[in-house]
């Protein structure tokens, strides 16, 4: 019985190093590749498609859970900011969040899971311009928005990802979200990805403070994040949502310092998720995409319910997301197609 169990534990971990080992390498071997695809085009030929690829590949394949959590702190970071005066006004994020989060999740994915040259992602981005044309948003806070959206998956992948992401794929990032940047009409934005991170940096240090506006929109917010887990793990989850963001981020929205223990547990246990997926997660086939590929009668129907909301079970038009207010409307803005600064790429 004592041999029959030895050689048992022996081919388990036999069988369980060489699935590691499988997955490790067969990991490895796809990034690398995928990198050398980006690094073999030049300078002068990185396009858009180009930079798509470079985008989609870790944000909807390689790390899709790290970069949906990334640009869902991107926007929250937005609400600690002074600029966060317009959503207080106009109540839609405090009143109607799962809609007004739900449109601007949307919007986002259908012009990044669909390339911007395609007429989902025009649809989508003359929508936004539309909605945005109804405020006064000085182009300053638009740039420091669109920064997050370039630096914040970067920082959160290296901190829990599996990987961290190569200087080529911060480049493709960086140049797909500038072209966003063009076509929404802003100028001034910063030159490299170095310079958008710096940029962050420069204006959360002279506009992020404690404001009491910012825990209102703070706690619309997190009451939204909770309701995608049970109601009795929903008092753990709070201060682990707290534990994950940095100082400047915590004091500005007026949380309370987490405890020292509990933060580094949480902590790691983000890192050992990265360390799950790098070890034990075989690489996806399907890239993860939350727009569907297709409508079904007229509509398109979301792939999963991002919040338990069902705020659009019944499926939506590109043209009508936004403000309640505004359905119906099928609004669209213009598309900006000429900029007076180089940005160092092919323009489309």
């Known amino acids: 019985m004592m041999a029959v169990s030895s050689g048992f534990l022996g081919r388990l971990a036999l069988t369980l190093t060489l699935y590691i080992t499988s997955v490790r390498l067969i990991r490895l071997y796809i990034v690398r590749k995928h990198l050398r695809t980006l690094k073999v085009v030049p300078p002068e030929k990185r396009d858009i498609k180009w930079a798509h690829q470079g985008l989609s590949f870790f944000a909807n394949r390689d790390l899709p859970f790290l970069s949906q959590i990334a640009l869902e702190f991107a926007l929250f970071r937005t609400y600690g900011v002074e600029a966060n005066k317009l959503l207080i006004a106009t109540g839609e994020l405090v009143h109607r969040c799962p809609r ?5 999740e949307l919007l986002i994915r259908e012009f990044t899971e669909n390339i911007l040259d395609t007429d989902r992602a025009v649809l989508a981005l003359k929508r936004m311009n539309y909605l945005h044309g109804k405020y006064t948003i000085d182009n300053t ?4 928005t669109l920064a997050l959206f370039i630096t914040q998956p970067a920082t959160w992948v290296s901190k829990y990802g599996w990987r961290g992401l190569d200087e080529v794929e911060k480049e493709a990032t960086y140049r797909y979200w500038t ?12 030159h490299s990805y170095n310079e958008m991170e710096r940029l962050v940096e420069e204006y959360e240090t002279k506009y992020m403070h404690p ?7 703070a706690n619309a917010t997190f009451k939204l994040f909770l309701n995608r887990y049970p109601r009795f793990l929903q008092p753990v989850i709070r201060p682990a949502l707290h534990s994950l963001c940095d100082k400047r981020l915590r004091v500005a929205m007026g949380f309370p310092e987490p405890n020292p223990i509990y933060k580094s547990f949480v902590r790691g246990i983000a890192k050992l998720h990265g360390i799950f997926v790098g070890w034990l997660m075989l690489p996806r086939i399907r890239v993860s995409r939350r727009t569907p590929l297709g409508m079904s009668e007229g509509r398109y129907f979301p792939q999963w319910d991002l919040n338990g909301t069902g705020v659009y079970k019944g499926g939506y038009k590109i ?7 505004y359905v119906g409307d099928s609004g669209l803005g213009a598309i900006c197609v000429e900029n007076n600064e180089s940005y160092g790429w092919p323009d489309l």
Do not use: A, C, S, W
């Open 319 to 325: 043209e009508d997301l936004g403000p309640e207010k």
């Open 141 to 144: 806070d638009f740039v420091y």
């Open 179 to 190: 072209q966003i940047g063009i076509k929404m009409g802003l100028q001034h934005m910063p």
């Open 100 to 104: 007004r989060y739900d449109d601007t």
């Open 211 to 217: 404001l009491p506006r910012n825990v209102i929109l």
